[in-house]
């Protein structure tokens, strides 16, 4: 009698992990206009790096740069060693209007980028509505944008980002236009959902202890300077010398 071979299960997949994007002695805006000259820096997979400088530093062309919207000047920009030359579905970028269809619920903006990329129907849903669950909005799926408040819409434009599995994560200063409880509670939301996610994080923001809070490392636009956050992530830590001390480096590089 022959023994039948042992049946074999398929791993797992595992999470989407997050990716390495690099800038090398890169120069950055429009022809003509460069608003930064010889940058370097390197994000890790799978940190959140928040970048801080003075308004009109270049904050936001380094996202648009790094999504593939607007082509270097000069030197290299690249994603896991490869050079990004246009937009891809492994970088979302998010921004400060939450950018939502009004014609379509919830769910069906969840859903957009999934039906782009082809995914059924049913397995769309499914996963608007795991993201929806996640941040809070199951019970409002059905529900149009100008039915739900502004926190809510950033709320359903970060589950929308992150249903399609991006490996980074680029965020131009989202929550900059919400009151101070709502913009906290996104905050902790945001760390809260892409825990386990594997996702490479880079936030622009003009709010020092928001880049505090969020960051696993500061880059001071501008300056070439990248400074480490003391961990753990937590609020009650905000006092501490070695969490006030950072806030004073970083407010003296703003000028303020």
Known sequence: MTTPPETTLAPTPAPP???RLTLRGASLGRPGAPVLDGIDLEVVPGE????VGPSGCGKSTLLRTLAGLLPPLDGAVAQDGEPITAPSAERA???QEDA???WR????NVELPLAIRGVGRAE????AEAWLDRVGLADRAAHLPHRVSGGQRQRVQLARALAAEPRAVLMDEPFGALDAQTRAGMQQLLVDVLR????TVVFVTHDVDEALFLGDRIALL?????LEVPRPRDRAAHGEPATLALRREVLESLGT
């Open 17 to 19: 992990r997050g990716t």
């Open 48 to 51: 959140i790096l928040t970048v």
């Open 93 to 95: 970028l998010i921004f």
């Open 100 to 102: 939502l269809l009004p």
């Open 105 to 108: 619920t919830l769910r069906g």
């Open 124 to 127: 769309r849903r499914r996963r």
């Open 196 to 199: 386990g996610t594997g996702a």
């Open 222 to 226: 501008g300056t070439g300077r990248v």
